[in-house]
């Protein structure tokens, strides 16, 4: 059989085929929307959802129609808009008043009925993006934990602010508030964790929120709207479908979003921005762009060096904003290292999500294969060659990895983010080669290092630096574990994420003050002893 047609045979012939459990027989009208506390029935067009998972059917193997989902239109997203500006109230709403121990409660709340929607949610993943049934469960529970490590930041983050200070006859007390209404909209690779990894912080700091599934991974919100209905206040959360260009900038004409929450792509961040009446008032918290290089030194381990190689090209098939997108190697070691690396590569599953150990399965941009495939022969028509078995097949969605050799600076994808299977590897005789791409490139998120020598890497890493926001030392790129920053410089973020920073993004330290007279002291212990405000307040949440 060809490679070709094991591809393609890697494809369900039938509904009947795919396990029971995983199957979607019936496509999925999905007709509510919440907003205002509501779900809401549309009635307008819709749209189409379709799997990158192909069926075989009459006229061969298309992509399977999973569902519909509202297309709202410009005055539905206002009306969503507004819901929110309502719940916000100018601060004055029952949300952004709450206390924070009774906010964390609803979050709480939220997260017991989200637990409750696990194989729905994990269902939607492995149909609407493809992503193995694996890492779309390390993906839900990853964001289970993350938002429980969000709720224990804020706690101890509300119990260092549960006291006055003191300082030169002023008593103050500190505590973070939040900005107002949040547009929430997260990435297609990272359609439930990232999204929530803006949208949960948001949230629990007191921020109302509008919130735009990512353009692929729409139905997996569903099985969660009635969490989020029953769970917390009216107008808190509100959601808004459809096409991003249609119903996103008349939001950020208006000048109501305070802050705009956005991972994908920079020129939509940027337009986005640009549409906003009063840029000064938008806070922006943005992850965009990568190319994240590994710089393979001389002396790497290189059985260490090619096992995270592969990981962090190919995981997710390579789409992911972390994934290692080119790779600089010693031209004393090249050889050896493109060997390993086809070796490991030609041992990857191509499947479908649901099968045991797959690793590559189908692309759900529109397209991909054939841009990958564009990036491929413009490589080849410049000297480069594919040095892997098979690598570059494809059959309608499923792209077997091309690792590409020699890789030179006039190729597209020395400069392009393939955010795909496609593996160029630049062979350098002096590092200086591998350091002028990292300082001359738009990016900044990070980089890795694969070698032995301290002293070299420690030359190397002070710099590097001040170039990416995380070096890694003979481990591929990655975000996780969830405590540490997660940020870029140059083009590739906007604002800091992790467990306690995205708190901070979401938020703004206010102060209460008052001159240390014997009125004041009266009247801030009475109202702490009474228990009248959240905000001058010595609780202690436990
Ligand atoms: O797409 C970008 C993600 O933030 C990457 O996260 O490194 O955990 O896969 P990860």
Redesign the pocket.
Known sequence: MSFIDQIQSSFPVAQDSIPELDRFAAAVQQNEYLINGELRQWSGPFQEIVSPICVKGDSGYAPWIIGHAPAHNRDTALIALDAAVKAYNLGRGAWPVMSVAARIKHIEDFTVRMKAKRTDVVRFIMWEIAKNREDAEKEFD?TVDYIRDTLQALKELDRQSSRFLIEQGIIGQVRRAPLGVVLCMG?Y??PL??TF?TLIPALVMGNTCVFKPPKLGILLYRPLLEAFRDSLPPGVINTVYGVGEEVIPPLMETGRIDVLAF?GSARVADSLKKAHPHPHKLRSVL?LG?KNPAIVLPDADIETTVSECVLGAL??NG?????LKIIFVHESIAADFIARMAARISVLKVGMPWDKDAKITPLPVKNKAEYLDGLVQDAITRGAKVVNPDGGTFFKTVFFPALLFPVTPDMRVYQEEQFGPVIPVVPYSNVETALEYVYNSHYGQQLSIFGKDPAIIAQLVDPLMNQVSRVNLNS?????PDVFP?TGRKGSAEGTLSVTDALRAFSIRSLFAAKESELNKGIISDIAHDRTSNFISTDFIF
């Open positions: 990853r990435p690779n990272y964790n990232e990894a991972i992850g990568a995981s997710y789409q992911r904003c972390t994934a591929q790129c990655q975000r996780g997660f």
